[in-house]
Each structure stands twice: as structure tokens, then as C-alpha cells.
């Protein structure tokens, strides 16, 4: 079966730009989350979807990160406008269920880069 | 809140044991999960513990203890391509429900 994927992996933009972040996940996997990592700091938690809907925003860090699932199926994530502190690997991971042993399976993560 | 705690680094010979350790504070533990991570690479699965004990799979084996706060992964027979990071990651229920507290990794090099 296919992995998460994500697109782009790479992105290089100027401050107060905007840039999109997307994340396939595996085929019926009705969980997706988003993870950053910021500056060699852990991975923490932005969102938390079960389908099309936010179950957990909590992590998200402020107005500027918007994140959609529209149908429930792929996911963007989007930070507009742009800020230096935004840089990092934005993660998407997904899985079947919420509870229990719930393995995530990860993407390899987009890599922003804000100047 | 919550606090998971790493060694940074480490450094192993091929064929050897190592232990990575993981100590961990949360208000509503509901397991801890095993991920390696190869540099640009996506984390992976290793293991999970939600009960204390060892839980063993192929070369790779991690333990837990609740009351203490704690957890080991151990890798046996180490090979050159074990040399990644090792994160340590808890859910806890106070804290983002069933989502994941990650610890800051380690980052494990063996040598020949």
C-alpha cells in the first residue's frame, strides 16, 4: 500500500509569503495529524482530523496556520502570511483508528524554509 | 503538563547492545510508542507499551514501567544501518487526547 505522502518536500519562501503544504494519507485512514518540528526541537503536535472534521487544534500555533481536509481525504496546511519562525519539517502522519495501539504512519515531512 | 526526556547522543559498535532510555511525566498516561527516524526520512515504527514490561521484536526490544516513568528501547546486534534518531513518544489523555507527546530523540551512531 502506498505511504503518507507529502508535497512539497522542500520549500524555500521570503517572509510575508504564503505556502501551501500537502499531505496525501494512506487510503482510508480516516485519522490525519500534523507535526512540526521547528530548529532540531522535538516534533509537536498541530492538529488532529478524523475525516473531514478538526477533532483537536490545540497545537496549532496561531491565526496564520490554517489547515483543511475537505472531503476527508487529502490535507493542506497552509501559513499565510509567512514568518523566520515558521521554518522547519512540517509531518503529516495518519492512521485507521484514534484509540488503543494506534500506530501512526508518518510522511517524510515538507522542509520550509522562510527568509 | 508533560516532560520526556532523551539522551541526545549516542555512539555503539556494530554487533553490540545498546539501551536508549526515555523518562517521561504526564497526567493521563495511555502509552508510549518506539519511532525511528533516518535523517530526511519518515519516523517509523518500532514499538509500543501500554502495560509494564518487555515487549520483544526481532533485534529490537522495549520496556515499561508506569510507576516509574520510564522506558528503554534496546537494540541488540547492531548494525550500520541502525544509525538514526530514536524517538520517544507518549500519549497522554490531559494532554492533546489521543495524540502524541514527542520526546527531543536520540540520535544513535554505530560504528564499525
Known amino acids: 500500500e502506498a505511504g503518507v505522502t507529502q508535497f512539497p518536500s522542500h520549500s524555500v519562501i521570503e517572509k510575508g509569503q504564503t505556502v501551501t503544504l500537502r499531505c496525501d494519507p494512506i487510503s482510508g485512514h480516516d485519522n490525519l495529524y500534523w507535526y512540526r518540528r521547528v530548529m532540531g526541537k522535538e516534533i509537536k503536535f498541530l492538529l488532529h482530523?478524523?475525516?473531514?472534521?478538526?477533532?483537536?487544534e490545540s497545537g496549532m500555533p496561531n491565526n496564520r496556520f490554517l489547515a483543511e481536509r475537505t472531503g476527508g481525504t487529502y490535507s493542506t496546511l497552509k501559513v499565510q502570511p509567512a514568518e523566520l519562525e515558521d521554518s522547519g519539517v512540517y509531518f503529516c502522519a495518519s492512521s485507521q483508528r484514534e484509540a488503543g495501539a494506534n500506530v501512526l504512519t508518518f510522511g517524510a515531512g515538507s522542509r520550509l524554509t522562510v527568509l | 503538563g508533560q516532560n520526556i526526556d532523551q539522551p541526545t547522543e549516542m555512539t555503539a559498535t556494530e554487533g553490540a547492545i545498546v539501551q536508549i532510555n526515555c523518562t517521561y511525566q504526564?497526567?493521563?498516561?495511555?502509552?508510549l510508542f518506539w519511532y525511528q527516524q533516518h535523517a530526511g526520512e519518515a519516523p517509523t515504527f518500532l514499538s509500543y507499551?501500554?502495560?509494564?514490561g518487555l515487549e520483544e521484536k526481532g533485534r529490537f526490544s522495549s520496556f515499561l514501567s508506569r510507576s516509574k516513568g520510564y522506558s528503554y528501547l534496546l537494540l541488540k546486534e547492531l548494525q550500520m544501518k541502525d544509525s538514526a534518531s530514536y524517538l520517544c513518544a507518549v500519549r497522554d489523555l490531559y494532554n492533546y487526547g489521543q495524540n502524541f507527546v514527542f520526546g527531543p530523540g536520540t540520535r544513535l551512531s554505530v560504528l564499525p
Open positions: 482530523f478524523v475525516k473531514e472534521s478538526k477533532q483537536d
Open positions: 504526564t497526567s493521563g498516561f495511555n502509552g
Open positions: 507499551n501500554v502495560l509494564d
